[in-house]
C-alpha cells in the first residue's frame, strides 16, 4: 500500500454528529448543494445531483487545483478531458444514401459472405431492409451494404 494511499486515511477525523462547528468543509459543501437544489427548482434531482458533481469535480477551486488533486494529490482523467479530444477526420463524411429498389449486396455472416437483393425499406437513416434472392427479408446497417 503507498504512503500517500495512507495519508488520506489519517488526515480523516471523526466529527461528532451534532457538533456543526466542528465541520466547516462538509457543512459549506451542504450549503453549497442546497443553494444549487433551489436555483434549480423545477428540475429532476438526479439531473441536479448530477450537474453538481459534474461542475464540483472539474472545476478548479480556489487555490487553483481540481478536487481531486487537492484531497488526493492526483489528477483524475475527466470528463472534460475526453470531450476535448480531436475527431476523426472522416466524421463529416456524407452517410451512404440507397433507394428503395435498388440493387444491392449485402453483408452475411456465414457461407456466401456477400448475398445479393433489392432494398425495400428504408428503417432508419443508418438501416436498411433487403430482400434477398432466395426471398429472406435482411435489415443491415449501411456499412454492410454495397452497389
Not at 81 to 93: F, G, Y
Request: proline share 3%.
Amino acid at each position: 500500500i503507498s504512503k500517500e494511499f495512507l495519508s488520506v486515511f489519517l488526515n480523516v477525523k471523526i466529527v461528532p454528529p451534532e457538533a456543526h462547528h466542528c465541520n466547516g468543509k462538509v457543512e459549506r459543501h451542504c450549503q453549497n448543494l442546497k443553494k444549487f437544489v433551489k436555483q434549480n427548482y423545477g428540475s429532476k434531482i438526479t439531473d441536479i445531483l448530477d450537474d453538481y458533481l459534474f461542475k464540483y469535480r472539474y472545476e478548479t477551486i480556489s487555490l487553483g487545483q481540481e478536487p481531486s488533486y487537492h484531497k488526493f494529490f492526483n489528477t483524475i482523467v475527466n470528463f472534460p478531458r475526453i470531450l476535448n479530444m480531436k475527431t476523426s477526420e472522416n466524421a463529416n463524411e456524407k452517410v451512404r444514401q440507397f433507394s428503395i429498389k435498388q440493387t444491392v449486396k449485402a453483408f452475411h455472416k456465414t457461407g456466401t459472405k456477400w448475398r445479393e437483393g433489392i432494398i425495400i425499406d428504408k428503417l432508419s437513416d443508418f438501416i436498411y431492409a433487403i430482400r434477398l434472392s432466395n426471398g429472406a427479408v435482411i435489415t443491415r446497417h449501411v456499412n454492410e451494404i454495397i452497389n
